[in-house]
Nanobody, 118 residues
Framework: QVRLVESGGGLVQAGGSLRLTCTTS???????????MNWYRQPPGKQRELVAQ???????TYAESVKGRFTISKDSSRKRWYLQMNSLKPEDAGVYYC?????????WGPGTQVTVSS
């Protein structure tokens, strides 16, 4: 069964850091490496938005609001990808989701909550 599961969310003070992990299962390495990996977030009362994207070729894209503070990366040997979030702001709060189109399926994790206190 192909699954994505996020971890690493929590409560942090403004200015602090968190690292989110998206752990995959049921995905072989070649498929893992040939797909784009995304992090989305959904702030309270707002729509889900793309935060960071990593393509198979290594191209990285960030939402303007997180540039210079967030970093997306992957570990192919563990078939995981990460979102390092530094200098967190209250407006970064929300549920964070990892997303990928593995095996031509639109796969989402259940989400992990990030709360930033001011």
């Amino acid at each position: 069964q192909v699954r994505l599961v996020e971890s690493g969310g929590g409560l942090v003070q403004a200015g602090g850091s968190l690292r989110l992990t998206c752990t995959t299962s049921g995905i072989i390495t070649s498929v893992f490496n040939s797909n784009t990996m995304n992090w989305y977030r959904q702030p309270p009362g707002k729509q889900r938005e793309l935060v960071a994207q990593l393509t198979p070729g290594g191209t990285v894209t960030y939402a303007e609001s997180v540039k210079g503070r967030f970093t997306i990366s992957k570990d192919s040997s563990r078939k995981r990808w990460y979102l390092q979030m530094n200098s967190l702001k209250p407006e970064d709060a929300g549920v964070y989701y990892c997303h990928g189109g593995f095996y031509s399926r639109d796969l989402w994790g259940p989400g992990t909550q990030v709360t930033v206190s001011s």
